[in-house]
């Protein structure tokens, strides 16, 4: 993506452009919503949309889109990474708080297949491509550090310094588990091509 075009879109944004609030958008919706749906995990899925996570996490991100200092260490990306991890990490505690534990949660598949087809979103649908849950059913079963790290790299954009602070290690130690991190997500989607 052209971090350019970006700086003008983010700009225009925190001077009130909606067109560039859409284009911002469009062009960082996908993206985090496969975050926000690794983050959130199979159980919590179930009870909610990750669509409502996206959007909740944009409003967020559009309403203190003056907040947002860009051109240095942290990425648009990485920004919005941090707001969907709050977001996600306060729907669990949400459900959890009310005895809505996830863990314990009857799947909507229960409800009918017909019933939770009716509840998905249009856009939802949309991002549900065979190849997308592919890569989302890989990461999922790696290792829960190789799934951190990659999501930390490659959709939050940190640097390794930025995730070497996080995770408490010094950024090559956090380059060495990337690697291993990316040859693991290798090893997993050639397995998942094999069946």
Known sequence: MNQLDDRRLIREAKEGSGEA?????DRYGARLLSLIRLRMGRSLRQQLESQDLLQQTMLKAFQRIDQFAGGGETSLM?????IARNEVHDQVKYFRRGGRDVARAVPLEAVGEAMAQQLRTEVSRLHLLAQAQALENAI????ERHREILLLRRFEELTFPQIGKQLGKSPDACRMLYSRAMAA???????????
């Open 140 to 143: 999922e079963s790696l290792q």
């Open 21 to 25: 609030l859409n284009k911002l958008f």
């Open 185 to 195: 997500l290798t090893f997993e989607l050639q397995d998942k091509r094999g069946d």
């Open 78 to 82: 990485g920004w919005l990474g941090a």
